[in-house]
Every structure is written in C-alpha cells, then in structure tokens.
C-alpha cells in the first residue's frame, strides 16, 4: 500500500502544532484552491477523539465527498483520522509529535489506496502519490507559519 511521510520542523510548542492539525478551519484554508469545505459532522473549530467530517472538494475536475473520523488520540503526541466514506478503497492519515528544544517535529503519515486494483496501483504511484503529497505540503506548510507567528492557542482561531 502507498504511503506518503512528510516531517515538519515547526518553532512552536507542541500544544499549539497539535491543535492546529486537528483545526477544520485552518484545514479548509489550506486547501482552498481545491474548494474544500466541511459539510457534515464537525465542520469548525477542533475535532475530538470519534468524531467525523465530512470534507468535499474538487480534485481532478471531480466534485469528491470524503468523511474521515478521530479513531485514535493520544494529546499532545498523537491522532489518526481514518476514511468511513469516499472514494479511497484504505486513506488512514496518522499524525505525530514530538515536542523538541525549540518546537515541535510534526510527522505525518498517509497510507491510501485506490478501490481500482491493478490500474489503480498505477494510478496510486504515478498520480494519487505526487498529487497528495503536494496538498500535504502546502497544508503543512500553512500550519508551520500560523503556529509560528500564533501567540494565541488555535481554538481561539
């Protein structure tokens, strides 16, 4: 199965990195030039231990829904969303902390796979693979600079 691992060192405390990843709002302003919004669940301010979103978006021309649920939580190191409904046959996103001097080692980690079989492992190494990666960067990239420039928690946000 693809797996996509991308490291973020970020100048901010561990609480703050934290909190910012589990932000709905910071997510759907980092992904903005896909259109993505919460329409289900919970659709603003921080997601808890087994609760759902719903996410949709435009990728690749398609109007996509996608829910995904908290299945594991452990503060401030440690979350996993998992997909319940959409488009992926598996798209489990496991999301680590490190509290370091002088900030935070945000680690994530995103198992996927297309329900396509054969083409699809094709389609998930060649196109799915780059193409999630780049919306992870630029998502970690967009929580990098407001934890670095936040002097107040994300839930205020």
């Not at 919004?37 to 978006?57: N, S, Y």
């Not at 196109?127 to 600079?145: E, I, S």
Request: proline share 4%.
């Amino acid at each position: 199965m693809p797996t996509i691992t991308l490291t973020t060192a970020i100048h901010a405390p561990i609480d703050r990195c934290f909190d910012l990843a589990r932000s709905i709002d910071h997510h759907v302003e980092s992904m903005r030039g896909t259109g993505e919004r919460a329409v289900a669940g919970v659709t603003r301010g921080l997601i808890e231990m087994g609760q759902d979103v719903t996410w949709e978006a435009r990728h690749f021309g398609l109007r996509l829904r996608l829910t995904s649920r908290i299945t594991a939580y452990q503060r401030p190191s440690y979350f996993q969303d998992a997909m319940v409904a959409g488009p992926f046959a598996v798209f489990v996103h496991d999301h680590h902390f490190l509290a370091e001097q002088g900030g935070t080692t945000m680690r994530d980690e995103v198992e996927f796979r297309s329900p396509l079989g054969f083409i699809g492992a094709l389609v998930d190494r060649l196109v799915l693979g780059p193409y999630l990666r780049r919306l992870l960067t630029r998502r970690n990239a967009l929580l990098k600079r407001v934890a670095e420039a936040s002097t107040t928690p994300a839930a205020a946000s």
